[in-house]
């Protein structure tokens, strides 16, 4: 094989399609990128069997063929070339990469040791803007669990609800959801968070397809497409955790509050919450330590509702990303007492819910 196209084209593709190669891996081959030239078209794909990216470039083609090649090096390697065209040749089992001077010489994996991938199946595949599910995936992502022993806990559930697409994820100390009312998918799915999170870096554009299919999801654009299987199990009954109605809620500058959750967090760890002291003049949060100290401000709060004083503390990294992912200058923290769950949103807004679970103390 032989081909030739520019630098800058072949590192944004090859850099795409390496997201989705083996990294911790068993398998060799699986750290590769298979590449196939014909056509005026570069096809590469790179997978560990459960996230694969496929993605293209278009190139001058000399001679067609296909290859597996690292995908790291072969990455860093284009990278590295001077600006302008490059040249990737394929002999005797090793790749040569030229051009304006420099060359790189690559050993070959074995391509008929590759895993034969299903293609992408997108047949009743929706249409999305896909801005805003990347900004919903964005404001759920941070709930979910990476704790592999709970596997079920580590995806995203996309499914519809009464008035469009629903996206939860929890980690059982926290859960996210997101509404995107008036769009629908097909049948519910449980997609691992890991390869969510790669859409917004690989395939993402202003229109993105999505196929739900029996075992995988395929999120497809013009940049490529990315397949992720599906996770087998049933998600927790998240609808059981939502209160029915909180007596009081408090009202505060979004930028003000991640400041001073900043400020607490420095004496603030996983096992030493930030305790917020919630009364009708404001709020007071304050976080101590025996061996190091504390740090204690008042913040400009409006309370509403039927409430003469509540104490509750919350881990400062959870209550950092449920600040964070709320759109808009203001948040709205809806509280009932010190053991229950709290809801933070955006004021007057349902389409995102953080709920947080309290730390007794």
Do not use: W
């Not at 560990?48 to 001058?60: G, M």
């Amino acid at each position: 094989m032989h081909i030739r196209a520019d630098r800058d084209d072949l590192a944004e593709a090859f850099g795409r399609a390496n997201r989705g190669a083996g990294v911790k891996t068993a398998l060799p081959t699986l750290q590769g990128v298979r590449c196939q030239a014909e056509d005026g078209q570069l096809e590469i794909t790179g997978s560990d069997t459960e996230v694969t990216i496929r993605t293209s470039a278009k190139v001058e083609v000399i001679e067609a063929g296909a290859f597996l090649v690292p995908g790291r090096v072969m990455t860093d390697a284009i990278r590295r070339m001077p600006e302008g065209a490059v040249s990737i040749r394929s002999e005797e089992g090793a790749i040569e990469l030229s051009g304006n001077g420099p060359t790189f010489t690559i050993r070959l994996l074995s391509l008929e040791d590759y895993p034969k991938l299903p293609e992408p199946d997108l047949t009743g595949a929706i249409e999305l803007d896909g801005n805003l599910l990347v900004e919903a995936l964005s404001q759920v992502l941070v709930a979910a669990s990476n704790d592999a022993s709970r596997p079920i806990l580590t995806g995203v559930l996309m499914e519809n609800y009464e008035e469009g697409l629903r996206l939860v994820a929890t980690d059982s100390y926290r859960l996210a959801i997101r509404n995107l009312p008036g769009l629908e998918v097909g049948d519910a799915a449980l997609i691992p968070a890991r390869g969510l999170k790669e859409l917004a870096r690989t395939v993402a554009a202003e229109q993105v397809r999505v196929a739900i299919r029996e075992r995988d999801v395929v999120f497809a654009s013009d940049r490529g497409s990315l397949s992720i299987r599906l996770i087998e199990g049933t998600f927790p009954n998240y609808r059981q955790l939502l209160p029915d109605d909180y007596p009081a809620a408090v009202e505060l500058d979004k930028d003000r509050m991640l400041e001073a959750v900043s400020r607490a967090s420095v004496v603030a760890d996983e096992h030493i919450p930030v305790r917020l002291n919630i009364t009708p003049d404001g709020v007071e949060m304050s976080v101590s330590r025996n061996d190091l100290g504390g740090e204690v401000e008042m913040l400009e709060a409006t309370v509403s509702g039927e409430l003469d004083e509540m104490n509750i503390a919350f881990n400062s990294r959870y209550l950092h990303d449920g600040i964070t992912a709320v759109p808009g200058p203001r948040i709205r923290m809806e509280v009932k007492d010190s053991n229950r769950p709290s809801i933070i949103r955006a004021d007057g807004s349902q389409t995102f819910r953080y709920l947080l679970m309290p730390v007794r103390v």
